[in-house]
């Protein structure tokens, strides 16, 4: 009889035990449906880097202040042959003037330091922004960086009175906290962008390249210090094959290099040509010539304020 209450105690404890382990199961199955439920309902978060569908077609251009960029826009147009973007105005809060590598404009800039105190321009000299060209019309684009919860400004105008006439120039969408120190963003213009870019690739092509024999805007190289601004990146742009960290923009494939540093910052773009050495003679004979490596030459950066610009063929 003992052994028998024993057996049936013995029992009875590994029947509760089971029917423990049983409920513990269930419950966790039910923790589990419960929180893909509330994912489900929540939407995408901030942690689904990567996932942003596409939103940009290219790079329309890059931000480059300068101290003087009536100089630095004359050399690249009067020295290097670059075709004129557009010339050199004077708004009043700053003054600009672009140049074209025929798949990338350069815009030459100088800002009022109100206009650095309100942020509406990085503060500092050299690539302080990056543009990018939608899509599709700025208002859609919104809504893709809505649903996966991008953070954004809003979509500001550029206006402009001419023969008392109002007038809207640009449309401007920032990508808010996307790179410290620089501003990522579309711009939209009331123009046909697109037929715009072919004709300044068609005028480079005409004008051979200029004396360097410029085919296009190679890389744009972005140093980062803070691992988050590789993710924003990668999450921004498709990826290149490899699963190196390159991403190309959606258009002529500019390389958008993401290259750890000490800091957060675009810091220089590569050109390519048709013949290194011809380019290099060129640089050579204008006195324009930077360091030179393997493969590889620069333009001096003394002579155009400061700037990185490296060729290759």
């Not at 390249?209 to 803070?226: F, H, N, Q, S, V």
Request: aromatic share 8%.
């Amino acid at each position: 009889m003992r052994n028998f209450i024993c057996f049936m105690i013995r029992n009875r404890q590994l029947t509760m035990v089971k029917y423990f382990e049983a409920g513990i199961l269930i419950g966790i199955f039910f923790v589990a449906i419960c929180l893909a439920l509330c994912l489900k309902d929540a939407g995408p978060t901030e942690t689904t880097a990567g996932k942003l569908p596409p939103t940009i077609r290219q790079v329309d251009h890059l931000m480059v202040q300068v101290p003087d960029p009536g100089r630095v826009h004359q050399l690249f147009n009067g020295e290097l042959g670059l075709p004129v973007a557009w010339p050199m105005v004077n708004y009043g809060p700053f003054s600009t003037g672009g140049v074209s590598f025929g798949n990338v404009n350069m815009e030459l800039l100088n800002s009022s330091q109100e206009m650095r105190q309100q942020g509406l321009v990085p503060e500092g000299n050299g690539i302080v922004g990056v543009a990018f060209q939608s899509l599709t019309p700025l208002e859609s684009t919104v809504k893709v960086l809505d649903a996966n919860r991008a953070p954004h400004g809003a979509i500001i105008p550029f206006n402009i009175t001419q023969n008392g006439s109002p007038s809207t120039l640009w449309y401007n969408l920032e990508l808010s906290e996307m790179m410290p120190g620089s501003m990522i963003f579309y711009c939209e213009y009331t123009f046909n962008q697109t037929g715009f870019r072919q004709r300044m690739e068609h005028s480079l092509a005409s004008a051979n390249g200029g004396p360097l024999g410029i085919l296009r805007m190679k890389e744009i190289t972005i140093d980062y210090a803070d691992p988050s601004v590789l993710e924003k990146w990668q999450a921004l742009l498709p990826g290149a094959e490899g699963g190196v960290p390159e991403r190309r923009d959606g258009g002529n494939g500019v390389t958008v290099h993401l290259k750890k540093s000490d800091r957060n910052a675009v810091s220089s773009i590569t050109l390519q040509v048709k013949s290194l050495e011809q380019a290099r003679a060129v640089l050579l004979e204008k006195g324009l010539l930077g360091p030179v490596s393997e493969g590889r030459i620069s333009i001096n950066p003394d002579a155009i304020a400061g700037l990185q610009v490296y060729v290759i063929q």
